[in-house]
T-cell receptor, first 116, second 114 residues
Framework: GDSVTQMEGPVTLSEEAFLTINCTYT??????LFWYVQYPGEGLQLLLK?????DKGSNKGFEATYRKETTSFHLEKGSVQVSDSAVYFC???????????????FGKGTKLSVKP | GAGVSQSPSNKVTEKGKDVELRCDPI?????LYWYRQSLGQGLEFLIY????????KSGLPSDRFSAERTGGSVSTLTIQRTQQEDSAVYLC????????????FGPGTRLTVL
């Protein structure tokens, strides 16, 4: 079945460092890809998304490009801030396949801690 | 506007008791999802409702778990004869369409089974 694999954390960076969180997926159809973020004490929020190959999702300085050839959707940010400390989840939705799946499949999450 | 709300925010129960968790989705959202978030396990899909269609129950871990959605709005997740391994944060999410393009998550209910 479909699955998402993301790098295990925790990831600890200094402020202004470059961030990459790797995410790869396995899907039988044509999934949409997402990054969700969970800040301490808060619920999950959509961070960015991409619905087809070569699309780039971006928000709050974060970017991720849908790479069909490598089945990847790595999250990047050029200069992290302390306020970016959170747990990041990669997810896919196989909505374009037209099958019975109607849910998001999540990775296990990567905890990011940014130190001042 | 109001987001997805869940109640209670925390629930502590004894092993073997039944619990009910409530979710109020965003008004007008036709799709409603339940997920379980366990430490180190990420988010586990449990069940999904879409309008008046039969729910997708494929993620429910055992027959002790069930869920209802009344009137296409409020949903209740029921866990019977709770076990310690049921301890987790139960998340509800709603969406204005069938598939996951814009899931709005609630704050979750933290369930602790003693």
């Amino acid at each position: 079945g479909d699955s998402v694999t993301q790098m295990e954390g925790p990831v600890t960076l200094s402020e202004e460092a470059f961030l990459t969180i790797n995410c790869t997926y396995t899907a039988t159809g044509y999934p949409s890809l997402f990054w969700y973020v969970q800040y301490p004490g808060e619920g999950l929020q959509l961070l960015l998304k991409a619905t087809k190959a070569d699309d780039k999702g971006s928000n709050k300085g974060f970017e991720a490009t849908y790479r069909k050839e490598t089945t990847s959707f790595h999250l990047e940010k050029g200069s992290v801030q302390v306020s970016d400390s959170a747990v990041y989840f990669c997810a896919l939705s196989d909505e374009n396949y037209g099958g019975s799946q109607g849910n998001l499949i999540f990775g296990k999450g990567t905890k990011l801690s940014v130190k001042p | 506007g109001a987001g997805v709300s869940q109640s209670p925010s925390n629930k502590v129960t004894e092993k073997g008791k039944d619990v009910e968790l409530r979710c109020d989705p965003i008004s007008g959202h036709t799709a409603l999802y339940w997920y379980r978030q366990s430490l180190g396990q990420g988010l586990e899909f449990l069940i999904y409702f879409q309008g008046n269609s039969a729910p997708d129950k494929s993620g429910l871990p055992s027959d002790r778990f069930s869920a209802e959605r009344t009137g296409g709005s409020v949903s209740t997740l029921t866990i019977q004869r709770t076990q310690q391994e049921d301890s987790a944060v139960y998340l509800c999410a709603s969406s204005p369409r069938k598939l996951g393009r814009s899931l709005n998550f609630g704050p979750g209910t933290r369930l602790t089974v003693l």
